[in-house]
């Protein structure tokens, strides 16, 4: 899948290129972006993205940046309940949640005209990540057979109650979220974007790239797997804003 993607990019890439306008260019001297991230290591939706940037000449911009991501372990796999249908990942028993704050560099390849083309971007970053680790409660039955007395926990997995024909799903959204823990580490990101809008003071596209994310102490997302304390992914961000 990573190699199908960059493959995509680098075609995108020749072709958009080719079609950039290097005259008629318009100034800005910052931007306000918002977006939504898909990677390798989240779900259908990845999380957001917000980035402020600033020109420091005609070439380079100066970005800070802001990401909340829910990250997954590699191996989680969905499925359904014998006695309700409900989703469940069997094994889990932590979510990380990661807010990731970056410091970083626009390089301008090739600028666009006012009305028309594509303006890319070298996009690096790096900066400090948490990571709140918050437990993963599945609904269980008490007994194994009823399907009106139930109990919502961690997933436990030396818990002899917690095998798969007695779970009915998961917890409520959210829940378990005061007995978080914290995770400390840090991330590093290269990406290109890709601005299509053809207004002055509008910015769309989107951005493409490679992100690690590390943290002191490797984190355990799934008990009775190898659980680590890097993340590496690939990434791609549908983003909107203003400049000015």
């Known amino acids: 899948m990573k190699i199908r993607l960059f493959c995509l990019v680098l075609v995108f890439a020749s072709f958009t290129i080719g079609q950039a306008q290097p005259s008629d260019t318009y100034e800005y001297n910052s931007e306000f972006t918002w977006g939504i991230n898909k990677n390798s ?3 259908l939706i990845g999380g957001l993205v917000f ?3 600033r020109k420091l000449d ?6 800070f940046g802001l990401e909340i991501m829910n990250v997954k372990h590699p ?3 969905r499925y359904n309940s014998f006695q309700t249908g409900n989703l469940f990942i069997y094994g889990k028993s932590n979510y990380l949640y990661a807010i990731r704050l970056q410091y970083g560099r626009d390089l301008i390849l090739f600028t666009k005209a006012p009305q028309q083309g594509v ?3 070298a996009v690096g970053a790096i900066g400090p990540s948490i990571g709140i680790v918050a437990p993963y409660f599945i609904e269980r039955s008490v007994d194994g057979n009823s399907l009106f007395y139930t109990v ?3 997933y436990d997995p030396n818990n002899p109650k917690h095998i798969f024909p007695n779970i009915l799903g998961t ?3 959210l829940e378990g979220i005061g007995s978080s823990e914290i995770q400390f580490g840090g991330n590093i990101k290269l ?3 890709f601005e299509l809008g053809a207004f002055k003071t509008q910015v769309t596209g989107f951005e493409v790239g490679m992100l690690l994310d590390a943290y002191l102490n490797p984190i355990e997302l799934m008990p009775s797997s190898n659980n680590y304390s890097v993340f590496p992914t690939v990434y791609f961000t549908l983003f909107y804003g203003s400049r000015k």
């Open 41 to 43: 290591s989240g779900g």
């Open 51 to 53: 980035k402020k940037a």
């Open 58 to 63: 005609d070439r380079m911009l100066e970005t």
């Open 75 to 77: 191996q989680e796999v």
């Open 119 to 121: 303006e890319i971007k």
């Open 152 to 154: 919502r926990e961690q």
């Open 171 to 173: 917890g409520g959204l």
């Open 191 to 193: 990406g290109f974007n």
